[in-house]
């Protein structure tokens, strides 16, 4: 029987043995998965179909879908997942939708087959190898989730530390073909708006130190009887594992509702359940019948809460009724939470880190999740590998801060009048120009625009300011960073060599002596490009003028 084909009433058909085998991948050994169903014994439940759920998201009612994801608890083995997984992380997908045999053609790249290969394959650095959990896959499916891993580390190479991507994928393939799961793991490691997947050193510290910080308010009975029972040790090591209480702790009956809710709703389940974990933990071992004694907590208190998921006493429907209804938690308030979180852990590692300016290419500096948000949303020129790129130019204290666009020529028409008034109280500030033949440059511009107006001791306007911080940039075809000559001690150039930024109500100029940089005239629609002294660079387009397709310019909020 086709899987569209199964009615709402027969989801929970778990008498007929022959279900459980329709409903998982080939690749699944179904032999020691657990089915729990939540509905007394003879009562049939009326569970929704994948239509229903289809139906909500493609009228766009999230909030509608959201409910009916939380409340309609499909048995394990339903086959309802095989299509509701894939549909759920479709919604979060960024630009065109992958064709058919994408996939294919990039596992030809990185192996130079399609055949799966005897040996085992070499995992990317981000993977950790404590946590490579198969769940429920045969030998030959661990090799399906070493084989889609690998070719997202290939196609992702900004992804330095990310611990949770490896045991996602393994519970995707329970549902679905290889092909697909590559699908729905691409739109969760680089999703349209929320985060999903974690994928530096950095922001995995930051999750577990959210999660404390939010038990601190929402489940802090548990959190005051942990800590009591940290006899001389930090409280901390037992967040350091939040997300494995619920990946690698909770039984997989259990696990799989969660990710129902998951992939609609993002990370914030997780955060959810894991305070859910944390209160069902502190009501069961304090009740006057536990079997759980304060000696053998104290003894093992790294181990109570993953020893408490593995037997946890409630049904998956009453885990995640815990879980949602802990009140005042809002999605709000939890990134407000993570934002000053990772800011903080941001300022310490940049004080903490070589006095001088010059930085690795390292996670901690790459932008933050929400700042890769915000410029996919706004931008009509910037792909990510490109906002990464240009990341790792700015001055450190810049990447503290999220990028904010004050000006397109897409929204805001052609005009420098209005460039002026959206940009010019803004310091620092990026340009991006993207021409109609495609090229992509511009520069970071240390200095307000406002300061065209600023007048000297004789009240003269000064022709030119700004400061050395100011660089120019090529991304594409040629991908380079221009900083000023000075930076090198090169101050022989004498004035031409400090020709940063210029402006008036007919012109914007970058760069100066023996000619301009980037010139823009008043329409914002033709410029020129030249050699200059003050940086030394080619002309950032092949044929010198260009006709500009997009200016973008960016602020940064705080700076």
């Given at each position: 029987?086709?899987?569209?084909?199964?009615?709402?009433d027969?989801?929970?058909?778990?008498?007929?043995?022959?279900?459980?085998?329709?409903?998982?991948?080939?690749?699944?050994?179904?032999?020691?998965?657990?089915?729990?169903?939540?509905?007394?014994?003879?009562?049939?439940?009326?569970?929704?179909?994948?239509?229903?759920?289809?139906?909500?998201?493609?009228?766009?009612?999230?909030?509608?879908?959201?409910?009916?994801?939380?409340?309609?608890?499909?048995?394990?083995?339903?086959?309802?997942?095989?299509?509701?997984?894939?549909?759920?992380?479709?919604?979060?997908?960024?630009?065109?939708?992958?064709?058919?045999?994408f996939?294919?053609?990039?596992?030809?790249?990185?192996?130079?087959?399609?055949?799966?290969?005897?040996?085992?394959?070499?995992?990317?650095?981000?993977?950790?190898?404590t946590?490579?959990?198969?769940?429920?896959?045969?030998?030959?499916?661990?090799?399906?989730?070493?084989?889609?891993?690998?070719?997202?580390?290939?196609?992702?190479?900004?992804?330095?530390?990310?611990?949770?991507?490896?045991?996602?994928?393994?519970?995707?393939?329970?549902?679905?073909?290889?092909?697909e799961?590559?699908?729905?793991?691409?739109?969760?490691?680089?999703?349209?708006?929320?985060?999903?997947?974690?994928?530096?050193?950095?922001?995995?510290?930051?999750?577990?130190?959210?999660?404390?910080?939010?038990?601190?308010?929402?489940?802090?009975?548990?959190?005051?009887?942990?800590?009591?029972?940290?006899?001389?040790?930090?409280?901390?090591?037992?967040?350091?594992?939040?997300?494995?209480?619920?990946?690698?702790?909770?039984?997989?009956?259990?696990?799989?509702r969660?990710?129902?809710?998951?992939?609609?709703?993002?990370?914030?389940?997780?955060y959810?359940?894991?305070?859910?974990?944390?209160?069902?933990f502190?009501?069961?071992?304090?009740?006057?019948?536990?079997?759980?004694?304060?000696?053998?907590?104290?003894?093992?208190?790294?181990?109570?809460?993953?020893?408490f998921?593995?037997?946890?006493?409630?049904?998956?429907?009453?885990?995640?009724?815990?879980?949602?209804?802990?009140?005042?938690?809002?999605?709000?308030?939890?990134?407000?939470?993570?934002?000053?979180?990772?800011?903080?852990?941001?300022?310490?590692?940049?004080?903490?880190?070589?006095?001088?300016?010059?930085?690795?290419?390292?996670?901690?500096?790459?932008?933050?999740?929400?700042?890769?948000?915000?410029?996919?949303?706004?931008?009509?020129?910037?792909?990510?590998?490109?906002?990464?790129?240009?990341?790792?130019?700015?001055?450190?204290?810049?990447?503290?801060y999220?990028?904010?666009?004050?000006?397109?020529?897409?929204?805001?028409?052609?005009?420098?009048?209005?460039?002026?008034?959206?940009?010019e109280?803004?310091?620092?500030?990026?340009?991006?120009?993207?021409?109609?033949?495609?090229?992509?440059?511009?520069?970071?511009?240390?200095?307000?625009?406002?300061?065209?107006?600023?007048?000297?001791?004789?009240?003269?306007?000064?022709?030119?300011?700004?400061?050395?911080?100011?660089?120019?940039?090529?991304?594409?075809?040629?991908?380079?960073?221009?900083?000023?000559?000075?930076?090198?001690?090169?101050?022989?150039?004498?004035?031409?060599?400090?020709?940063?930024?210029?402006?008036?109500?007919?012109?914007?100029?970058?760069?100066?002596?023996?000619?301009?940089?980037?010139?823009?005239?008043?329409?914002?629609?033709?410029?020129k490009?030249?050699?200059?002294?003050?940086?030394?660079?080619?002309?950032?387009?092949?044929?010198?003028?260009?006709?500009?397709?997009?200016?973008?310019?960016?602020?940064?909020?705080?700076?």
């Amino acid at each position: 029987m086709p899987v569209n084909a199964v009615g709402a009433d027969q989801l929970s058909g778990i008498e007929e043995e022959s279900d459980i085998y329709e409903a998982f991948a080939p690749h699944v050994d179904t032999s020691n998965i657990s089915v729990l169903t939540d509905t007394p014994p003879g009562k049939k439940p009326n569970l929704k179909s994948f239509q229903d759920v289809q139906s909500l998201i493609q009228q766009g009612k999230k909030r509608e879908a959201k409910l009916v994801l939380r409340e309609n608890s499909w048995p394990t083995n339903s086959p309802i997942r095989s299509q509701l997984w894939p549909a759920l992380c479709a919604q979060h997908h960024v630009g065109k939708s992958m064709l058919d045999g994408f996939y294919w053609d990039m596992v030809n790249q990185v192996f130079g087959t399609t055949e799966l290969p005897e040996k085992p394959i070499m995992l990317p650095p981000f993977v950790d190898s404590t946590h490579c959990l198969p769940y429920h896959l045969t030998r030959k499916g661990r090799a399906v989730a070493d084989r889609v891993v690998s070719v997202l580390g290939y196609a992702c190479p900004d992804i330095t530390y990310s611990p949770t991507l490896y045991p996602i994928t393994s519970i995707l393939l329970h549902f679905m073909s290889e092909e697909e799961c590559y699908h729905c793991m691409a739109s969760l490691v680089a999703p349209k708006e929320k985060v999903f997947i974690t994928q530096t050193k950095l922001l995995y510290e930051v999750t577990w130190k959210t999660v404390m910080q939010i038990a601190k308010k929402h489940a802090k009975s548990a959190v005051n009887y942990l800590a009591a029972m940290c006899s001389g040790q930090k409280p901390e090591s037992i967040y350091m594992d939040w997300c494995w209480w619920i990946l690698g702790g909770l039984p997989f009956p259990h696990l799989v509702r969660v990710m129902d809710c998951f992939f609609h709703e993002g990370i914030k389940v997780f955060y959810r359940v894991s305070l859910a974990i944390l209160i069902l933990f502190h009501k069961h071992v304090t009740a006057s019948n536990s079997d759980w004694d304060a000696d053998t907590i104290k003894h093992d208190i790294d181990n109570a809460l993953p020893k408490f998921c593995k037997n946890i006493p409630v049904s998956p429907a009453k885990l995640l009724r815990t879980a949602f209804s802990i009140r005042a938690l809002s999605s709000t308030y939890i990134s407000r939470v993570f934002l000053k979180t990772e800011m903080l852990l941001k300022s310490k590692s940049v004080l903490s880190g070589p006095k001088q300016m010059v930085r690795s290419r390292s996670s901690d500096n790459l932008p933050t999740s929400q700042s890769q948000i915000n410029v996919q949303m706004m931008s009509h020129t910037l792909t990510i590998r490109e906002l990464f790129t240009l990341w790792s130019w700015l001055p450190v204290r810049i990447t503290m801060y999220q990028p904010v666009l004050l000006y397109t020529t897409e929204e805001h028409g052609c005009s420098l009048t209005t460039f002026y008034v959206r940009v010019e109280q803004h310091e620092p500030t990026l340009l991006m120009i993207k021409t109609c033949n495609n090229e992509v440059f511009g520069a970071y511009c240390s200095s307000r625009w406002y300061e065209r107006n600023l007048k000297d001791d004789r009240g003269q306007r000064q022709a030119y300011f700004g400061t050395g911080e100011t660089f120019l940039f090529s991304l594409y075809p040629e991908r380079a960073k221009y900083p000023w000559v000075g930076i090198e001690g090169d101050t022989g150039l004498g004035h031409a060599s400090e020709l940063f930024m210029a402006a008036d109500s007919k012109m914007i100029t970058i760069g100066g002596g023996e000619g301009q940089a980037i010139w823009m005239d008043e329409n914002i629609r033709f410029g020129k490009t030249d050699r200059c002294q003050t940086f030394n660079n080619p002309p950032l387009c092949a044929s010198g003028d260009f006709e500009i397709r997009v200016l973008e310019v960016y602020g940064f909020v705080g700076a």
